[in-house]
């Protein structure tokens, strides 16, 4: 490989959510990287730093125009201007777009398990969390949807929007093209609004793509709004960086509104030029983080199947997070994840904090150095050994 995913990286210390832990911790749980971003990107915002003026930013004409040829080369999304609004990131995005599109009181129906902040930008905006859990099929290990439960609740006149994971976390599914179609077509008939979060959508395995929402259909493009970012594929979350895109010209406005209105639409000095670098010069880079984090899902893999044959790892797509079924385990109870912490220092989440489909799963970052998979697969064990010791 041209670049180095293998170094270990010290960011203790550092400010780190991730990372600030105890001593004899490993966290594998947030959803952000252990390797350095790609040497490009260090370059161009080494040179931005050397300038050493950081006033008041605008977005760049190279912003928009690294994204549109991003997302039509790598993903067959042809995108004009006028969509794309700049936004500090899509968490701040999905809690403006939740408080200007729909009003106190409606639901939001979401897909559970679920990233966790979903809920806290629906419950804390007081709006209804309307769950329409995935099915589980615990033999093939594999999550499809409940087309007679989410139809219903999508006919509910007070549901009004639909947050779409696409691709999925934390089950590492892609949608497949007639799935998206099939829910756009629903949303439309009951008037629901689609949000869809894609920000995972550039770490899918080697050789498979993901399909953007807003390319199913001319139905799925005018009556959805993306929400998308470089910084989970090159682990940039700190860069405070996402767009908007939004091609009905009437309900754009009506986002470019909300974002403005909650002042989170302004970048910073670094925020463009990261999004740039990434998008232009970064393609290598991400090619061959896909590949390792492949090999890390792998290994993975075998290692459970050997070692810890109680658990069994969700198959998955896309993401750089494992979904780990323990249910022979937890019988679907909570609470594995926290005991495996104190016992082991393994610091891994609870798949109940996704949604009550959750629980009795565990899900696990293996954006990291292989070192650090061995160490954690290692303490996994001696944490499912010592859960089974106290159960008896």
């Given at each position: 490989m041209k670049y180095d995913f293998d170094t270990i990286v010290n960011r203790?210390?550092?400010?780190?959510?991730?990372?600030?832990?105890?001593?004899?911790?490993?966290?594998?749980?947030?959803?952000?990287?252990?390797?350095?971003?790609?040497?490009?990107?260090?370059?161009?915002?080494?040179?931005?730093?050397?300038?050493?003026?950081?006033?008041?930013?605008?977005?760049?004409?190279?912003w928009y125009t690294s994204i549109i040829n991003w997302w039509k080369e790598r993903h067959g999304l042809v995108m004009e201007k006028d969509w794309l609004v700049f936004c500090t990131g899509v968490v701040p995005a999905l809690s403006s777009l939740v408080r200007k599109l729909t009003t106190p009181g409606e639901n939001v129906l979401i897909q559970t398990p679920v990233y966790n902040v979903f809920f806290n930008s629906i419950v804390n905006n007081g709006r209804n969390v309307l769950e329409s859990p995935l099915v589980y099929d615990r033999e093939s290990c594999s999550y499809s949807i409940d087309w007679q439960d989410l139809e219903k609740k999508l006919a509910d006149p007070q549901t009004t929007m639909m947050i779409l994971c696409n691709p999925h976390n934390p089950i590492g599914k892609i949608w497949e093209r007639e799935t998206l179609e099939r829910i756009g077509e629903?949303?439309?008939?009951?008037?629901?609004?689609?949000?869809s979060d894609e920000i995972h959508c550039d770490l899918t395995e080697p050789g498979r793509g993901y399909i953007p929402f807003a390319s199913v259909s001319e139905t799925c493009k005018n009556n959805s709004v993306t929400c998308i970012a470089v910084t989970k594929a090159?682990?940039?979350?700190?860069?405070?960086?996402?767009?908007?895109?939004?091609?009905?010209?009437?309900?754009?406005?009506?986002?470019?509104?909300?974002?403005?209105?909650?002042?989170?639409?302004?970048?910073?000095?670094?925020?463009?030029?990261?999004?740039?670098?990434?998008?232009?010069?970064?393609?290598?880079?991400?090619?061959?983080?896909?590949?390792?984090?492949?090999?890390?899902?792998?290994?993975?893999?075998?290692?459970i199947a050997k070692e810890i044959p109680q658990i069994h790892l969700v198959p998955s797509e896309a993401t750089y997070l494992l979904w780990l079924d323990c249910l022979e385990l937890t019988g679907g109870q909570a609470g594995l994840g926290k005991f495996i912490r104190k016992e082991t220092g393994l610091y891994i989440t609870d798949g109940v904090h996704y949604g009550k489909a959750g629980a009795g799963f565990l899900r696990m970052n293996v954006a990291c150095p292989r070192a650090l998979v061995e160490d954690g697969l290692q303490r996994l064990k001696a944490g499912v050994e010592a859960w089974e010791r106290q159960r008896k």
């Open positions: 203790r210390g550092t400010t780190s959510l991730k990372w600030d832990v105890a001593e004899n911790e490993l966290p594998m749980w947030v959803a952000d990287m252990d390797f350095k971003t790609a040497p490009e990107i260090l370059e161009a915002l080494q040179e931005r730093l050397n300038h050493g003026v950081f006033g008041y930013s605008i977005t760049p004409e190279e629903l949303c439309a008939k009951y008037h629901v609004l689609v949000v090159f682990n940039l979350a700190g860069m405070q960086s996402a767009a908007v895109a939004v091609a009905d010209p009437f309900l754009r406005h009506k986002v470019w509104r909300g974002i403005n209105t909650d002042d989170v639409g302004e970048g910073n000095a670094f925020a463009s030029e990261a999004v740039i670098a990434a998008l232009t010069r970064g393609g290598d880079w991400l090619d061959e983080l896909r590949e390792y984090i492949s090999g890390n899902r792998k290994f993975v893999g075998d290692f």
